[in-house]
């Protein structure tokens, strides 16, 4: 971008503070394409917090401003995020499915003055980035450190590891190998595949080559979760007695209907499932169900977008809903919450989601309908990447 493009950028970003009385929101995410459930879900948690909540606070009305981004694409993602800054007057960025996307978003909240609450995109760097962005979803470092724990003490002492090339899967590469390996495992071999792999039977064969006795998997979740899980089980490895252990996003709940009994068994450790017990779940998922249309398509990201608004709001009272992205995010460090996931806080130094991370194993019910059934919990979960994190 030339000089004086970016110099009109930040003149007409700081001018463009939102009107006293409606408070622009800008949401993106993958809302068309492929991974198009995964923004239904952010619109949904949206949606859910405010029928219960309102869309007023005080004399201000909340106003949600959506920009669709079907696949990662970072130039698109800071082309929109300027647009809803400069033309859209938006006081607040949200949502961010991927994390290229919200990398690429990260250098112009200072210059625009607005926050970035990330309702999703799950790597720890991110975070150090700008001292705008608050979490409210999870990082891939906090979901796949406690399932290495979940291996080892199920005796497992060896295993393959496959992940998605780009942040989140490096990620859970990192900190799986870490945990599992100071618990005295051994990683025989590690696989990063490209994002774009959809046929995974030459990955099947390596891992019954490499005489592991599981697998450690983390792809992003979506049509690709889906064909991993399926190959895994269409290639014999469950058959032959392959441990399999992943994340959470390998099973989120709209994709077990697909897998039926082949994702019997399977564990995961993750910070949300649909199932979770607690008042505050219920009144989510019924608000979120309304939201969305069919509980059947409800998974994680639509917690982060509930949990999102939360925070979004706590900022917008802080401020009088003034434009002071500072301030907000400020207000914010240390706010503790009951979440439909269970208790959360911001970390005042971090600025990312403190919380429960659970062990699930697929099951299903009298009725038939399939799973995350909670068998552990790994309480007060913080970052463990952000150590790592350049």
């Not at 199920?154 to 618990?183: H, L």
């Not at 005042?348 to 019910?365: G, W």
């Amino acid at each position: 971008m030339k000089k004086a493009a970016i110099t009109a950028f930040a003149v007409m970003a700081l001018c463009g503070t939102a009107s006293a009385d409606v408070i622009k929101v800008g949401v993106v995410g993958p809302f068309s394409g492929p991974f198009a459930l995964q923004g239904k879900n952010f619109k949904a948690g949206i949606d859910a917090y405010i029928a219960l909540h309102g869309n007023k606070i005080g004399d201000d009305t909340v106003e949600i401003v959506y920009r669709d981004i079907p696949t990662a694409d970072p130039a698109q993602s800071k082309a929109l995020g300027q647009e809803l800054i400069v033309k859209e007057k938006v006081q607040y960025l949200a949502g961010f499915y991927f994390t290229p996307d919200a990398m690429a978003v990260t250098p112009i909240l200072k210059q625009g003055n607005v926050p970035m609450v990330i309702m999703n995109a799950a790597t720890s760097a991110i975070m150090k980035t700008s001292p705008l962005v608050v979490r409210t979803s999870f990082t891939t470092w906090q979901t796949s450190t406690p399932i290495a724990k979940v291996a080892s003490d199920a005796g497992v002492k060896k295993i393959i590891s496959v992940v998605s090339d780009y942040g989140p899967g490096v990620d859970a590469e990192n900190a799986f190998r870490k945990a599992f390996e100071e618990a005295g495992g051994k990683i025989v071999e590690a696989i990063r595949m490209p994002l774009s792999t959809n046929d995974f039977s030459p990955i099947m064969q390596r891992i019954k080559d490499s005489g592991a006795e599981g697998v450690f998997a983390f792809l992003p979740s979506g049509p690709t979760t889906l064909g991993f899980v399926k190959a895994f089980n269409d290639n014999g490895l469950k058959a032959a007695g392959t441990k399999f252990y992943a994340p959470g996003d390998l099973t989120q709940e709209s994709d077990l209907p697909a897998l039926g009994d082949a994702a019997l068994g399977i564990q995961t450790t993750f910070h949300y499932a649909v199932s979770h017990d607690s008042p505050e779940n219920k009144t989510f998922v019924e608000a979120a169900t309304k939201a969305i249309g069919n509980e059947a398509e409800l998974s994680f990201p639509s917690v982060g977008a509930f949990d999102g608004m939360h925070v979004i709001y706590k900022m917008i009272e802080a401020t009088a809903g003034k434009q002071d992205a500072q301030k907000a995010v400020d207000a914010v460090k240390g706010l503790a919450w009951t979440s439909p996931r269970g208790p959360v806080s911001i970390d005042p130094e971090s600025r990312h989601i403190t919380q429960n991370i659970y062990l699930r194993e697929v099951t299903k019910d009298s009725d038939g309908k399939y799973f995350n059934k909670e068998v552990q919990t790994f309480e007060k979960q913080g970052d463990p990447g952000l150590a790592a994190a350049k």
